[in-house]
Structure formats: structure tokens, C-alpha cells
């Protein structure tokens, strides 16, 4: 059974960094690509970060380019989200995402996905 846990959150001040880890079992996330979203109290899902199957293309959200950096592992089976500069904003639920379709492109699309951890909570303070 393919599952996704993500870890790294907490409560961080404004201008700090944090790094969020996502670890895949049951199988290989090699040949996937995978995705960060987040979601703010009483706000929708949204896209944040997304590596290709090879991690040789990323694309991340206006809103945190230049700050957060994608990266994967497959032979660790990880995908991490390095977070810098972090700003009050970003408070959000940090889920990580398997697009479930072999040697796929990147997907910036929440619906793309197939495959989700349960979240971690990042809370950054003014």
C-alpha cells in the first residue's frame, strides 16, 4: 500500500527556515513526479513546489519562488521541501503528492494528483 508521510513542521519566527521531508513506502517514487501544496486556514489547497520524475525540472508558486527549494532522493524514497525566509504567510498545512502516472511532467494541478501524505502543520509568527 503506497503511503506518504510528511514531517519537519513547526513553529518557526518570521524570517527563519524550515525543512520538510515527505518519505514514500510501498513504493519506489522513482519514475513519479510529486508535488508540495499547502493549505491556510480557510483557504483553499494550493500549489507550492513540483519536481518531474527525473527531478530535472521544478516549478514552484510565485508566492515562494526564490524562498523554498524542491528536491528528491529515490533511492531514499524522500522528497524534501527547503523553506527560507519564511514569512508569516506561509502559516499552512504542508502536504506532499504522487502523481500516479509513469514518467509524467510535473503537475501544478491539485486534481493531478493521486496520492497524499497526511499533512504537516508549519506556523510562522511576526
Known amino acids: 500500500q503506497l503511503r506518504l508521510v510528511e514531517s519537519g513542521g513547526g513553529l518557526v519566527e518570521a524570517g527563519g527556515s524550515l525543512r520538510l521531508s515527505c518519505v514514500v513506502s510501498?513504493?519506489?517514487?522513482?519514475?513519479?513526479?510529486m508535488g508540495w501544496f499547502r493549505q491556510a486556514p480557510g483557504k483553499e489547497r494550493e500549489f507550492v513546489a513540483g519536481i518531474s520524475w527525473s527531478g530535472g525540472s521544478t516549478y514552484y508558486s510565485d508566492s515562494v519562488k526564490d524562498r523554498i527549494t524542491i528536491s528528491r532522493d529515490n533511492a531514499k524514497n524522500t522528497v524534501d521541501l527547503q523553506m527560507n525566509s519564511l514569512k508569516p504567510e506561509d502559516t499552512a498545512v504542508y502536504y506532499c503528492?504522487?502523481?500516479?502516472?509513469?514518467?509524467?511532467?510535473?503537475?501544478?494541478?491539485?486534481?493531478?494528483?493521486?496520492?497524499w501524505g497526511q499533512g504537516t502543520q508549519v506556523t510562522v509568527s511576526s
Open positions: 503528492a504522487l502523481r500516479d502516472v509513469l514518467y509524467s511532467r510535473l503537475s501544478t494541478a491539485l486534481g493531478e494528483y493521486d496520492y
Open positions: 510501498g513504493r519506489t517514487l522513482n519514475g513519479y513526479a
